[in-house]
Structure formats: structure tokens, C-alpha cells
């Protein structure tokens, strides 16, 4: 079978390449159709060559073309919509309906056309003017960004399709995608779209490349280039911190979205108000996509006692009634497995679940693990460790004070979640732990899962280190999410036909909100 | 004499230290009063347990109060300028009138007042609110901040008062001050104003700390702190490297600014025309503070022909007219000269100067070096090396391609300067530089010397790496500064009256702007 080619320099050519690989189907374990370089350095060399060369093209580019290729991107993703489903769903094993279809290929595209609103806009640059001393500053492209897609979001955080690409060309930047290796042919088909939108945008085809797979050694070397401008990547913390070390040793922008327990606390009151609803909610929140989400609650907090007993009962219950879902690929049943032994060793015993289920694919028992705070506390480090997918653990507390201690010790997260009375009961009790959360956590919750990521414009999909590797940023939510590419520009007494048509008195679009001498105005 | 005590864990008190420090005059090499201390860990530990306390309670302190504070500093440093200016003086050989009391003095308590109204008005936060998904989120405290502040700049920069003090105390957060130990007197007495000033404003005493110096290891170890919230740093390359990397491996954001040659590019028409008004200009910028700024212009580019010829021995005649200032100590003497020889020992040719004035304190020739184009594009690396001090290089290209290219072979620097004709003579050619350029640095000035930093809202005091270790942020301009100091909070679902009042329905200041499905409203 033929191998695979490349999208680099231009357009799509065969890689230069000593191995290759294949994606399977982790429902059944057999081999899909297609095989695929692992790309040698040449290609990230060409890649990063021709990067350099369309950013300086980009610069200069009217942002209604780039957000015109968004727009086009998203409607070629729409019409594309069945072979797309059905690739995606054979890489991953994530359902094809609901979830492929109808929450995360909207998702995308949904995306993609906010970028192109963005873009249009212009609000994001964030034009501050000084007319006194003729000074004017504004953010504008960084320069190439590579990103690097994770394996539970085929479409919306695929790394040629999903929210750090729009956001990288949102903003003006080229994009070099590192495909996941679980769902190549997902990438290529999405790939395939996005060059059509480019010609028909009328943007240079090198705006888009997109790589397979690198050995580790190329992809360290391809972050610390120093002709790209910044990274984005999510996935793995070990993956990301290695990635993190070497961007940062070369003085590049790396924006990580690593790890996270998503702690989700009941008090008390809410426990005696509904029980028996939330222990729904939160089986439906864990083995969401096989509690594979970033935004996974894998930590769950109450009072010791009797509600929290029936809490754990009625979870246990559900957990062992639903159906296992498939998860994304061997090598994740293999590293949940591996996860969940390892908490269990840091001591937390085993509710439900904790094994491989034989001969079906991919599954995993769904997973109820217990510790007490008094165990968390002891070792924070082997108790907070996360088991992406299909499990979770409940720690029960002696009392609000050692509630508040076990918070105290977490790691930084992207959300935390607080239930409480709907009658007041926890009022006084939800200020102390809601003052000792907030400092964990990018987002905090009142009574509701963190699983559901708005495309919100106050969203933050980010959160303190290490979750991320910078809590100032966040990967969903337009426009913030595309500061991450931005450098800031700024202009000191250059002549008026010299500036960006931004930052000149006159703005280039009514639509366009830009701070002037103090002011937030448009118009 | 007795040992200076530190400023940690609630007010002064003795150091745990097992060596000493003093400052001297570098004008003539003599030892100042007072002796200060080379803290143990132990200050570090303290001062770091202090912190984290403090960040808690500064929290829920009042914006209010965090700005009267500023105010009051501001005031305190006015009226002690007398003191002040005299022991700044002594310590750094800077002059007392106009710089120290005329120049650097009002631009500080010009921060701090700055500080206090970006406190006060809250715009800073950047809340933004979605009313249908009811997501809400703002910039708040990223937790304690390590200011390491720079030699040349005793209350500006000050780690104790300066500008990343102003930002990080606006923004909530707690600051463990690193003095400089070339002036820590002038430290030890704002700090005195501080420490009043916080009693007046009713903040508690460990907002603000100090250390005067610690062992390299002990400064790595303390940026590296999981106490800790962020580092800024002003300094050298070598030991901002040093500070980045300790930093990043712990995820801390360190803001660094680190070097810069500050290029200043002279096109033909504007040397045809005002060559020797030129000369004025550089050379008065070449020898403020002795070459000692951050922005000091340490290339000049321009094309080889009589004009640039013209210019240069202009420059030179005026060089070595001027009667050279003091450099900041001992150490900078000395860095200057190993740097100017090793600007020499990659090709730089003497036009004047290049070597210290003996017997004379710490001075230096003014000097002006040269270099070819050629030379620079054959050795980028050996003749961009900063020379922090009155010293600066010519550097000559063929034609308009070859000064195009040096540009490209630049690193990241704070600012690049443009001089064109004001007839347009250099239009054309204005925008092919221009665009070269931008994308090398933060500032962009035209017709205008680099060392005027204006404390505008638009300024950028930033730029691409190795100048600083991110281009999306600034060291100066208030409110964009600030942000360096924030981690992003989203609050999703958050019943009302557990939000922050900044996003809440109902703005509690009319004053602050809040960008509202979209819109910048206030009021």
C-alpha cells in the first residue's frame, strides 16, 4: 500500500521517511486502512523553511481573507461531515452519534467561525491608543505556531482543525500541525478540507502544513527552532513538560494544557438535598467520552458520614450498570490500568472496577476508587495522580477543616466544582472552601460538572501550573484564546501613513473596539 | 558597625547571615556606611511563609486600600527625596540633578500614582461577562511576586518601589523585594517609606519584603519555590538565563528583560538632510546615564557613502568632546571594557575611545566603534553582543538589500529606531526596513531616540527573546504592565452573590470597564 504524503511547502509529497505507522480501531484492535511516515527531520526542516517564508506573506494579509478561509474551512468541514464521522469514529471509538457528529463536529466548526468573527472584528488586538504622546501599541502575530493535537478530540482539538489552529490563524500565523498518531487518517481528511478552503481564500497553501509524526528527538528539536513563534500542545504531562523544557530553553512561547484531577465537591447540605441526583450527574460527568476529558472529574470531595456513604453506594451502582465505552486505544487502557494500580498502591481500595475487560476491544471496568483525607493528605503526590478515563475516586474528609487541607494540597487544575444546599445550609461552609479552590483552578463551578467547555468569550480553559504551564491564558474561548499568539506591538511617533490601519486615528472597521486615551470605544 | 536587618515575615529584623556586604561610591572607590547582609535560606523560607499568608489576606483586601497605599508610598517617597537622592547618588553615581531628583524620582511616585488609579479604577481585571451561559471571568492576583531589580535605575526599577512592584501590588499580590546590591542603601530607605506607608493604608506589614542579596543558589531556589506566584527580573542575559530557567522548571512565569542593542536605523534621505542634527541626537542618547539604559542605542545602521562617513565622525568629534559620567560601579567597568574588547576581537574597529580613564573613578572613554556589514553578517553572534555603557557601533552596509539582511540577523531587542527624510525621500525604501524590523522588536520609533520609555498606557517595554522571555508582555505602561501579575479566574454558573463584585450584574464602579456580551461598557 502506498505510503501516506506529507502536507509541506506547498502542498502535499511524500515524506521523507525510515519508518511508518497505521492507526487501528481500538473497538476490535485490528488495523486501518492507510499507512503513515514518521517524518525524518527534512520535512520539519521544509516545513519550518516555508513557515518563515508565509508568516512574512501573512503579515500583510487583509484579516477578512483569514477569516474567510476559517468560514470556508468550517463549511468544507460540514459538507465533508460523513466520511469525517464515520474516520473518526473507526480511529477513536468515540460514538458517532451523539458525540462525533452532532457535539464535537459542530464544536469545530463553531470554532472555526467565531475565529473568522474574531479576525474580522479586530476587537482581539486590543489597539490601545495615546493621541498626547503619539504612542500606540496593539497585538499582531507571533510568528509560526506548531501545534500539537491530543488523542480525545479527533475534530475540535485536532491540531489542523480544532481551537489553537483557529486561534493561530486568527491571528495571522502559519501553522505547522503535528497530527495525533491515533487518528491520522482523521487528520488527512481534515487536512484535505482546509487546503481546499486555502485556495479558495486565496491564501499561500504553506499557511497550513501538517506532519504525522516526528521521532521525540525531532519533535524537541522542532519547538526549540528558532524560526518558529510560539507552541501549542495538549496531552500528556510527561509528553508536555519535555516539550515545555525544550521551547523554553530556546525562549519560546509554549502554551500547555497537561493534566487535571477536576475536583468536584459536595457539601453537606447538597448531599441531603439530592443525594441520589448527583450521584447521576457525576456518572454521567465520569464516563463521559469514557472519562476521557481534560475536564474529567477524577476527584470527589465530600464530608465522611452517611450521605456521603449512600453518595459512594449510588455512584458505585450506576457505574457498575452502565456499559463501558471503548476508550481511545490500547495504549490508554494500558496507561488507566497502570494509573489506577498506582493509586491503589498510594493506598485507595477499590469500590468497583479496576480491571481490563477481556476479549471486548479497548474497555475498561468503569472505576470507583475510595481514600480518606487523612490518607490524601499523607500522600498527596500518589493520591492526586490522574487515571484518564473511565474512573474516579471519592475521598471523604473528618470534617470542613480537613476538607479545606486536602484542597490546600492539590496541584493546580482547570476547574473545581462546588455542589452545595439550594436552601442556604452551606453558605458559611462554601466561603472558606470556595476562598481555598479558587486559587487551584482556572474555572470554578457552582453546581454543575465541569465536563460541558462553553465557547464562551469568558471561558477559561486553563489553570494554574500544572495544568497549564502559564495561568494568565486559556485555550477555549474567543477572543481571549487568541492573546496566546499575539506579540505586542507597540508604535512611538510613527508618521500616520506608516501605521497599521488599526492604530491609525481613523478606524478601518466601525465594528473594531480599541482603548483610546483611556476609553474602550468603536464606531 | 552593625549589620543592616531585612525587611521579612512582618518588619525589620536581624538576618540570618554568615557574610557581609557594603556599597561603594564609584566615583571614587570608597566604601559607604552601613553593612548589609548575604542572607541564609532561612530569610528566604521565612519570607516566603509570610508571603503566602499575606497573599490570602490581601485577597479580600479592598482595591481601595491596595491603591491608597501606592499613593501614600508615593507621598513618602517625595518626602524623603532629599535623603534619597543624596544616598542614590552616592551609591550609583548617577546624577543627583537632573536624573536622580528631576527625572527618576517623579517617574516613580508617577508609577506608583498610576498604580493606585489602575487599582481604583479596576479596568486592569479585564472582566469580561456572558449573561446567557452565565460564565464570567477577570484577571486576579497570580499569587507572591520575587522582584529582582536592576542596577541602573535605584528607584524606578527598584525591586522595592519600582515599576514591577507598582504592577504586582496593584494586582493583589504580595512582592518579596531582591535589592540590588550596588545600591542597597537607597533600598533600605524606601523601604522605610513602604513600610510606613502600608502601616498608614492599613495593609499588613508582610505585603512588602525585602532581602538584600542571598548566594546564586539560594536566588535559583527561590524562584523555583512552589510558594511563590511569579519572578520579574531586570538585569544581565547571563544571569536572567540563569533565573528563566530555575523558574520554568518549577512552571513559574518569570518576566525577564535581559538585553538589547536597541538598533538605530539612519536611512539616507534623513542623513542628507540632518545628518549633523543626528549626531546631536545619538550621541545625547548614546551617553544618557552614561549608556546605562536599557533602550541605549548600541548599533547604528546606515548605509556606506560620505553622508554615513560624515555622521560617524561626527559622532566621534562629539564622543570625545563630552566629559565622560561615572558608571555604576566597579563590576560595570569592567563588564564594559571585556565587552568592547570582545566586540573588537570579532572585527569592531576603534574609531575612539575603548579603553578606562585611569585614576578617575569608574570611567570609561566614550566610545564609538565600527564595523562593516559583511563583518556583522559574518559573525552575527560576536557583534551583537550588548556593551552596557557609553560605548556604541556603527555598523555600514553596501546597499539597502545588505541592511535589510543585517536586520534579519538581529536577535529580539526592546526597540528599533527609524530616521527617513522628512521630503519622503526614503518612502520606499522606509517600508522594506520597516517591515524587517518590526517583527525584531517591541518598540517601533521613527525620528526619535529609543531612551525616552513614557509611561503610556500604550507603551510596550517588551520584546521577542533574548530582549525578554515573552513578546506578548510589558514591563512598562499601566494598566497593559499589570497583566504579567494576573491568572485568569472563571467562575461558571457561580450563584450571584458569591462573585467577585467586579462581575457581578451591577458594577460596583462606575469607573471600570467591563466587556459585557462583547461590548466595553461602564457606568
Redesign the interface.
Known sequence: MALEQVLVAGGWRDAKAKSTFHAEDPTTGETLEGVFPISEWHDCDDALNAAVTVA?EL??APAERLADFLDLFAKKIEENMTALVSKANAETGLAAVPRLRDVELPRTTTQLRQGAAAAREGSWTQA???TM?N???H??P??PVVVFGPNNFPFAFNGISGGDLTAAIATGNPVIAKANPLHPGTSKLLAECAVAALAEAGLPPSTLQMIYRTSKEDGLRLVSDPRIGAVSFTGSREAGLRL??AA??A???IYLEMSSLNPVILLPGALRERGQQLATELADSCLAASGQFCTSPNLILMIAGDEAERLAADLAAILDQRPPAPLLSAGSLKGLDENVHALIASGATVVTGAEPIVGCGCRYKNTLLRATATQFLANPEGLQREAFGNATMVVTAQDIDQLRQVIGALE?NL?GSIYSSKAGDDDTV??EI??EL??KV???????MPTGV?L?????H?G???AT??????AV?IP?SL?RF??????????PD?LPAVLQNKSPNPAM?R?ID???TRG
Do not use: Q
Open positions: 512574512g503579515r500583510t490601545v491608543i495615546d504622546a504612542i500606540r501599541s497585538y499582531a507571533i510568528g515545555k523544557a523554553e530553553s525562549g519560546k512561547p493546580g476547574t462554601y466561603v470556595a476562598s479558587r486559587f482556572g474555572r470554578l463551578l457552582n453546581d454543575k462553553a464562551s468569550p469568558a471561558m477559561n486553563g494554574p501550573y500544572p504551564g502559564h495561568p494568565g491564558f486559556t474561548g481571549a492573546l499575539g506579540a505586542l506591538h507597540c508604535y512611538d511617533n510613527v508618521r506608516r473596539w482603548r483611556g476609553n474602550w
